[in-house]
């Protein structure tokens, strides 16, 4: 079992529709990070964030750090928001934290 | 701010010869991760630095992979020699402290054909 899985792994949407992405994971963490790969391209930092929500342009992400889990929200989804999103946590190994990613939602706005 | 800086791009080789891929991490930044990701699957942690030294190479296959931050800055990741499974994206991230404090950037990645 993955310490970290996202549902959903392909999601389809029509233009301007809302989104969310799911992200949960097995043992506690002190921060999550969401991360956008667009196709062939680097990896780009969303958000890190470690309780409630945070907001930046269209974007949401929210945590509840009991209940292990996260969301990405996408308002008026636009095409260029297609990309996979995945969520990213530290977990501790031996000591040492280690980023442990979720296998990604890949994301199709269609126009 | 000047992000990540990888190089190069784009590298085709052929099986057992060898590659070296450099990344210049952002200024000030202590941490630096050297990730594989493979077509379709998630990033690999292949070496974590933590200035010029190593916290993390559990996954870095030591037979014919090696890297180095000499100065603790910028770093060389090396293949040799490459083998065809070796086909992937390596991706240099960097932040200035653990992962629960620092915000992460990532460079564009060298994308590598082993042929």
């Known amino acids: ?111 | 701010e000047a992000g990540v800086a990888q190089s190069p791009r784009y590298k085709i080789i052929e099986k057992r010869q060898s590659v070296a891929f450099w990344c210049n991490p952002i200024s000030g930044h202590a941490t630096l991760y050297w990730y594989q990701q493979i077509l379709g699957q998630g990033p690999k942690l292949l070496i974590q630095f933590q200035n010029n030294g190593v916290v993390d190479d559990s996954q870095l296959p030591k037979d014919r992979f090696s890297a180095e931050r000499l100065k603790g800055v910028d770093s060389t990741l090396k293949i040799q020699p490459a083998k065809l499974e070796d086909s992937a994206v390596y991706l240099c991230a960097s932040t200035t402290g653990r992962h629960n404090t620092g915000e992460l950037f990532f460079g564009e990645g060298s994308r590598l054909t082993v042929l």
């Open chain 1, 1 to 111: 079992k993955n310490e970290v899985e996202q549902s959903p792994q392909n999601l389809t949407a029509q233009e301007g529709e809302f989104i969310t992405i799911n992200c949960s994971y097995s043992v506690g963490i002190s921060a999550l990070h969401w991360l956008q790969q667009h196709p062939g391209g680097g990896i780009v930092s969303l958000f890190m964030l470690s309780s409630g929500k945070k907001k930046h342009g269209r974007l949401i992400a929210t945590i509840n750090i009991q209940e292990k889990h996260s969301s990405l929200h996408i308002t008026a989804s636009h095409p260029r928001d297609s990309a996979v999103y995945i969520c990213a946590v530290p977990i501790s190994n031996f000591g040492n934290e280690k980023l442990t990613f979720g296998t990604g939602t890949r994301l199709t706005i269609i126009p």
